[in-house]
Structures are given as structure tokens and as C-alpha cells.
């Protein structure tokens, strides 16, 4: 099969590109050659160029590796930017893959069990919002076949997913909980979660591929273990062999010094979420999340201390952990 990867070497994408290699598939990718951090893996072609750039160019690369099994899209986020892919690719592929986001279902949720039948609706986040109108531009349009994938919270090696933590820079809580610094829970911790660790999803989303009995439908792909933030937070703290200092704090409160955090938190991760992968699994049979959270975290810390220069901090989320503390005590 001729897969092409639009990005490719993000923490959910490149994991996506070795399954496709380890399942021998024709693998290429679209990006502007420009990531330090991951290199494709050997017989990979990578396509050099913007997809945000000059079209006509960019297109007759595409057109000279065409056609395409499956053309997966990792780096749309608009309508906008939708409509002018879909103009790049017509005629290119016979499956178009759409990523879109398990934020998009409906927050608060009014059951916690969440199924791709869940109503699709986020007041609280403009990026959900704008991955919702994506799906919706897909399912007017009817010249090309595609399929609509929903990742939840999805790390590897280099990230750490923890609420109100920085994603370019995961090592921010962790240097927090080795120097006896104060690190916030939002709420009380209870609330339900899934972290998914890469390799896994891109198991699920691989058999995906290449197939027309998927055309139309939407997917997430998520671990089946579910552990609150609470559990999230202490595990970490427990694979550091440190005794934290946790502080819970109503997500009201956080907002109130930071409003842009309300995509992050009643807009996704404060809500109990539990996401059911049967449907999933009836297309996938043998589709099996192996890396519980425990092994995960072990596996990224063990990268990160592979190279200190790998541990580096964001000053602007420290500060803010700091704000938001020293008023709640007050």
C-alpha cells in the first residue's frame, strides 16, 4: 500500500509512519523537511514543501509520486485550510484521512462513556470548534472518500501529558516535582482520563488504511485504561522516587488569573472522559493498547535522562504555576 503522511514527524504522526513501515507499506511524507528531533526512518521519501505555500509547484511533486492508497492529514486545523487541501489532493488518493480530536465531543459531557455517536459540540475551545467545522466541510462534500480519526491525549518518548504542563517543554512539572516545588491538580483530581501512548494508536490507525469499508466513518483510538489525574500525577511522582506536593485547585480559580486555559481545562481534561473503542476494534480486531501509563512515563523518563539537554523548562508555565498557588493560598 502507498500511504503519503501530510507533517509525519510529530509525537502521534511519526509513530504512525514506522508502523506503516514495520507493515512494509510504500511510506511518504509531505513537510518542509525542517524537524531536528525525528528523522524518517530508512526507504521513507520525503516530499520538501509548505502545504501552506505556492500550490502549483507543490502539487506537481504530489502528482509525480501519485496515485495514493491512503493521503493521511496531520497538520489541518481550519475549514479554511481544509478547502485548500482538498483542491491539492483531488484526484491523488483514494482514501483521505482526516485528523481531527476527541476534545470535540460534547463538554461537559452528559455521559461519561463517550462512542462516535457522542454529539460533537465544545463552546469552550475554538480549536474543537475548528476541527468540528473540518468534519462537517467532509461530510458535505462527495467527491472524496475519507475518514475522519479523533486522537485523544496521545504521548511517546518525549512528552509527558500532564494537565496545565507545557507541551513543548514536558519537563516542566517534572523538574517542579524533583525540586519540592508545589504542582497544581485542577478540581480534586478525581475525574477520569485516558493517556494513550503513541506506538499504540498508530496500530489502530494504520489498520485504518487502504480500506473502503471505513469511508465515512469516524474513529477514536484511545488506551482502555482509565485512571484519574490523581493516579496520572502520582505515578509520575512515584517512577521519580519523590514525595510531591500537590495542590488542588478549582478550575474557576485557575481561569480567573488565566482565561485562555479554559480550552485546556473544562474544555477537555477537567470533564471524567472515558472513550469506548469498540467501534474501533469491530474494524480492527486485533487492535490492543500494551503500554499502560506506568511503562509509558518510565519510557519517557528514561529518554529525557538520556540527554540533559533534553530537560528544558518553560519559564512562562512556571510562572503561571507560581501565580495561580501563591493566590489560592492566600
Same mark, same amino acid.
Given at each position: 500500500?502507498?500511504?503519503?503522511?501530510?507533517?509525519?514527524?510529530?509525537?502521534?504522526?511519526?509513530?504512525?509512519?514506522?508502523?506503516?513501515?514495520?507493515?512494509?507499506?510504500?511510506?511518504?511524507?509531505?513537510?518542509?523537511? &525542517?524537524?531536528?528531533? =525525528?528523522?524518517? !526512518? #530508512?526507504?521513507?521519501?520525503? +516530499? $520538501?514543501?509548505?502545504?501552506?505555500? *505556492?500550490?502549483?509547484?507543490?502539487?506537481?511533486?504530489?502528482?509525480?509520486?501519485?496515485?495514493?492508497?491512503?493521503?493521511?492529514?496531520?497538520?489541518?486545523?481550519?475549514?479554511?485550510?481544509?478547502?485548500?487541501?482538498?483542491?491539492?489532493?483531488?484526484?491523488?488518493?483514494?482514501?483521505?484521512?482526516?485528523?481531527? &480530536?476527541?476534545?470535540? =465531543?460534547?463538554? !461537559? #459531557?452528559?455521559?461519561?462513556? +463517550? $462512542?462516535?455517536?457522542?454529539?460533537? *459540540?465544545?463552546?469552550?475551545?475554538?480549536?474543537?470548534?475548528?476541527?468540528?467545522?473540518?468534519?462537517?466541510?467532509?461530510?458535505?462534500?462527495?467527491?472524496?472518500?475519507?475518514?475522519?480519526?479523533?486522537?485523544?491525549?496521545?504521548?511517546?518518548?518525549?512528552?509527558?501529558?500532564?494537565?496545565?504542563?507545557?507541551?513543548?517543554?514536558?519537563?516542566?512539572?517534572?523538574?517542579?516535582?524533583?525540586?519540592?516545588?508545589?504542582?497544581?491538580?485542577?478540581?480534586?483530581?478525581?475525574?477520569?482520563?485516558?493517556?494513550?501512548?503513541?506506538?499504540?494508536?498508530?496500530?489502530?490507525?494504520?489498520?485504518?488504511?487502504?480500506?473502503?469499508?471505513?469511508?465515512?466513518?469516524?474513529?477514536?483510538?484511545?488506551?482502555?485504561?482509565?485512571?484519574?489525574?490523581?493516579?496520572?500525577?502520582?505515578?509520575?511522582?512515584?517512577?521519580?522516587?519523590?514525595?510531591?506536593?500537590?495542590?488542588?485547585?478549582?478550575?474557576?480559580?485557575?481561569?480567573?488569573?488565566?482565561?485562555?486555559?479554559?480550552?485546556?481545562?473544562?474544555?477537555?481534561?477537567?470533564?471524567?472522559?472515558?472513550?469506548?473503542?469498540?467501534?474501533?476494534?469491530?474494524?480492527?480486531?486485533?487492535?490492543?493498547?500494551?503500554?499502560?501509563?506506568?511503562?509509558?512515563?518510565?519510557?519517557?523518563?528514561?529518554?529525557?535522562?538520556?540527554?540533559?539537554?533534553?530537560?528544558?523548562?518553560?519559564?512562562?508555565?512556571?510562572?503561571?504555576?507560581?501565580?495561580?498557588?501563591?493566590?489560592?493560598?492566600?
Amino acid at each position: 500500500m502507498r500511504v503519503l503522511y501530510i507533517g509525519g514527524t510529530g509525537i502521534i504522526s511519526s509513530a504512525c509512519v514506522e508502523e506503516s513501515v514495520r507493515q512494509e507499506h510504500e511510506v511518504f511524507l509531505l513537510n518542509r523537511g &525542517s524537524s531536528k528531533r =525525528y528523522l524518517p !526512518p #530508512p526507504g521513507v521519501t520525503v +516530499i $520538501t514543501g509548505d502545504v501552506r505555500g *505556492e500550490q502549483a509547484s507543490l502539487r506537481a511533486a504530489l502528482v509525480a509520486h501519485a496515485p495514493f492508497d491512503a493521503i493521511a492529514d496531520f497538520i489541518t486545523f481550519t475549514p479554511e485550510d481544509l478547502e485548500a487541501r482538498l483542491a491539492l489532493l483531488d484526484g491523488l488518493t483514494e482514501q483521505f484521512v482526516f485528523i481531527s &480530536s476527541a476534545s470535540c =465531543y460534547q463538554k !461537559p #459531557p452528559k455521559c461519561y462513556l +463517550i $462512542t462516535e455517536e457522542t454529539p460533537l *459540540e465544545n463552546p469552550h475551545w475554538q480549536y474543537s470548534r475548528d476541527k468540528i467545522a473540518c468534519e462537517q466541510l467532509l461530510e458535505r462534500q462527495s467527491k472524496q472518500a475519507y475518514t475522519v480519526v479523533r486522537p485523544s491525549l496521545t504521548y511517546g518518548h518525549a512528552n509527558l501529558p500532564l494537565v496545565l504542563n507545557s507541551w513543548a517543554h514536558p519537563w516542566t512539572v517534572v523538574e517542579r516535582m524533583l525540586a519540592g516545588k508545589p504542582v497544581i491538580i485542577p478540581g480534586d483530581g478525581t475525574s477520569l482520563w485516558t493517556n494513550t501512548w503513541n506506538g499504540d494508536f498508530a496500530k489502530g490507525f494504520v489498520g485504518l488504511l487502504g480500506r473502503s469499508e471505513v469511508y465515512g466513518e469516524a474513529f477514536h483510538i484511545t488506551s482502555d485504561e482509565v485512571l484519574c489525574w490523581n493516579q496520572l500525577f502520582q505515578t509520575v511522582a512515584d517512577a521519580l522516587g519523590v514525595a510531591p506536593d500537590f495542590v488542588h485547585i478549582p478550575s474557576d480559580f485557575c481561569m480567573s488569573l488565566y482565561p485562555d486555559w479554559e480550552g485546556t481545562l473544562i474544555g477537555d481534561k477537567v470533564n471524567s472522559v472515558v472513550l469506548d473503542n469498540s467501534k474501533l476494534k469491530r474494524f480492527v480486531p486485533r487492535y490492543k493498547a500494551e503500554v499502560v501509563w506506568a511503562e509509558g512515563v518510565r519510557r519517557s523518563l528514561e529518554w529525557f535522562k538520556a540527554d540533559p539537554t533534553r530537560q528544558t523548562t518553560d519559564p512562562e508555565v512556571n510562572a503561571r504555576q507560581d501565580a495561580v498557588i501563591a493566590a489560592f493560598r492566600r
